[in-house]
């Protein structure tokens, strides 16, 4: 206890305040909702819901029916499209809710960006795409939509347990000026508000996600940046192992949540 209090008396001297408010809950958040695990989305305000709720006036479904178009149109030196290979992209459903998973080849963990690039350099011989790109967002969520609602169910065991372990000291490793970790804020404070933000669990189940205050979709990788700037700390590449690994450990915190790909968050 007193070590929180230090901690946070540390933060407000930096103008981060958290504030506690007691909020009306629904209580029951059906789906979104399983044991102690809550999605963003019951943090989120109800006009945000509302465009995630409705794939007609969620904006990021431009990005995903570009990407649909482009699952069929061949690309690189091979003349190959996704479609060649994996036929409909329905025939993916439940792939999304279980990555990353570890990869021979690479002898480390893969996410979907990278799953998709390594597809379209090894497979298509062609340009991988770059990471918070349109063209991989978009890609990203297709793939991702096709497992939505089902639970997230990654795997930690065998050789993916190292890169699992790794990731947690991440998430609980003190970082920035103002010293905070993954879970001070997502753990220790979710349900409070963060300025203009109420802290939610930080769960990665509905990325890519399209972001109101970016006007955009965004990668997971993006959003953890975010959240290293916001302690002033130096945030990593997208891609890199650090943030992979990280995605695995939170990806499996989030087990049990079902994909909610593309979630539309403020
Ligand atoms: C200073 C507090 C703070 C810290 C530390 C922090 N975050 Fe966040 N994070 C936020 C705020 C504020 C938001 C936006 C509101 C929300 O969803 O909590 C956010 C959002 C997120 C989201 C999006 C959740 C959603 O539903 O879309 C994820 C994922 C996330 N953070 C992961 C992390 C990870 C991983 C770390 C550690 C590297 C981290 N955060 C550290 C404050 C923090
Ligand atoms: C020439 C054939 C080929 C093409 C073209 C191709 N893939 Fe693949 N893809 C594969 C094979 C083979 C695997 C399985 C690799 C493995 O498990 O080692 C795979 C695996 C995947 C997976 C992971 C599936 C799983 O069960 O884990 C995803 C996602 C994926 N591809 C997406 C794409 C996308 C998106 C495109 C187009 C940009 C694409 N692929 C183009 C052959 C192809």
């Known amino acids: 206890m007193r070590h929180r ?66 699952w069929t149109i061949p690309d690189g030196t091979a003349g190959k499209a996704c479609a060649d290979c994996h036929g409909d992209v329905e025939n993916l459903a439940g792939v999304g809710a279980s990555y990353p998973v570890y990869d021979e080849g690479w002898g480390k963990m893969m996410n979907i960006e990278q799953r998709i690039n390594e597809c379209r350099t090894e ?20 793939v991702k939509l096709q497992s939505r609602g089902m639970p997230m169910n990654v795997a930690i065991d065998g050789p993916a347990a190292p890169f699992y372990e790794k990731g947690k000291e991440f998430y609980f490793q003190r970082r ?38 970016w006007q955009n979709m965004g990668s997971l990788h993006r959003r953890i940046k975010g959240c290293n700037r916001q302690v002033r700390a130096e ?32």
């Not at 930096?14 to 979104?32: P, Q, S």
């Not at 497979?123 to 297709?142: F, H, I, R, V």
């Open 123 to 142: 497979n298509m011989q062609a340009e991988p795409l770059k990471y918070d790109s349109k063209g991989l967002l978009g890609m990203t969520a297709l």
């Open 176 to 213: 920035g000026q103002l010293d905070l970790a993954c879970a001070s804020c997502h753990e220790d404070h979710s349900g409070e508000q963060l300025r203009a933000n109420r802290l939610s669990q930080g769960q990665p189940n509905g990325f890519p996600t399209y972001r109101l205050k």
């Open 235 to 266: 945030p990593y590449k997208s891609g890199s192992d650090e943030y992979v690994n990280l995605e695995l450990f939170i990806s499996h915190r989030a087990n049990g949540l079902p994909v909610e790909t593309p979630s539309v968050r403020n």
């Open 5 to 70: 209090t230090a901690v946070l008396a540390g933060a407000v001297g930096l103008g981060l305040g958290f504030v506690g408010i007691a909020f009306t809950e629904a209580g029951d958040w059906g789906d979104y909702q399983v044991g102690d695990k809550r999605s963003g989305y019951t943090y989120a305000q109800p006009e945000t819901q509302a465009m995630q709720d409705d794939d007609f006036e969620n904006p990021a479904f431009l990005l995903v029916d570009l990407a649909a178009e482009q």
